[in-house]
């Protein structure tokens, strides 16, 4: 359970994050 949270909220996290550095 724990890994699949975590795996969702990262590349849910990641994605955005990627998004602005690049703006």
């Known amino acids: ?3 699949a949270v ?3 909220v ?3 996290i ?3 994050l ?3 550095k690049q703006g």
Do not use: H, L, R, S
């Open 1 to 3: 359970m724990i890994g």
């Open 6 to 8: 975590a795996g969702a």
């Open 10 to 12: 990262t590349g849910g």
């Open 14 to 16: 990641t994605t955005p």
């Open 18 to 20: 990627d998004v602005i």
